[in-house]
């Protein structure tokens, strides 16, 4: 089944705490995002991958740092978490550029107290 | 730059009644613009998206929308509202010479039975 997936699903940390939320679609697909939704703000795009070594910010990438190693694959590295990216993660796939529909994954929703 | 507005965070119709969900973009360019849904607790799922083909596009679920260049709008509608429409809706627009895309802040559709 063609599908983005995101692990965990659900995460509680503490200020300062490195993590890793993962990301990997099976669509061979070029093209990846991340994304934060934020009640009132709706999706804000976060980090983005045209290509493997290929990333670029997107509107919030203050405190985020992304890889892009293989083609399936885009993990979200947070440092040092902080209570405000306390918020709803999806990760999503596109076949080329965004001009193209997006495939989202399930959503990682983040807890940093 | 682009923006995308979507009038009315929350929308409510009664089953049966005619759903409009407004959205309008600001491009410099002649824009991609797609309508997202998100079911409660999922990510999002492509709805209906507008490539500068025809101007009135068909989407999944009697959903369509279309675009107004005039108007600078992309407004969702369906003929008849269902149970099963209660969703976030979204609106996003997309440069075609770049990889960035942006999302509106996200319309509550709630039907009343």
């Known amino acids: 089944e063609a599908q983005v997936t995101q692990n965990p699903r659900y995460l509680i940390t503490v200020t300062g705490k490195k993590l890793t939320v993962t990301c990997s679609q099976n669509?061979?697909?070029?093209?990846m995002s991340w994304y934060r939704q934020d009640p009132g703000l709706g999706l804000r795009q976060i980090y983005y991958s045209m290509n493997v070594e290929v990333t670029d910010k997107g509107d919030v990438p203050e405190g985020y740092k992304v890889s892009r190693k293989e083609k399936r694959n885009f993990p979200l590295i947070l440092e040092s978490p902080s209570p405000n990216q306390t918020s709803l993660y999806f990760c999503?796939?596109?076949?080329?550029?965004?001009?193209?529909?997006?495939?989202f994954g399930p959503g990682t929703r983040l807890t940093v107290t | 730059a682009q923006s995308v507005t979507q009038l009315g965070s929350h929308v409510s119709v009664s089953e049966g009644a005619l759903v409009l969900l407004r959205c309008n973009y600001s491009?410099?360019?002649?824009?991609?613009l797609f309508w997202y849904v998100q079911y409660p607790n999922q990510g999002l799922q492509l709805l209906l998206k507008y490539t500068s083909a025809a101007t009135l596009v068909k989407g999944i679920n009697d959903f369509e929308a279309e675009f107004k260049k005039s108007e600078t709008s992309f407004h969702l509608t369906k003929p008849s509202a269902h149970m099963s429409d209660a969703a976030e809706y979204f609106c996003a627009v997309s440069d075609p010479r770049d990889d960035k895309i942006i999302f509106g802040k996200g319309t509550r559709l709630h039907i009343l039975p």
């Open positions: 669509m061979n697909h070029e093209y």
């Open positions: 491009s410099s360019v002649p824009p991609y």
């Open positions: 999503a796939s596109s076949p080329r550029r965004t001009t193209y529909e997006q495939y």
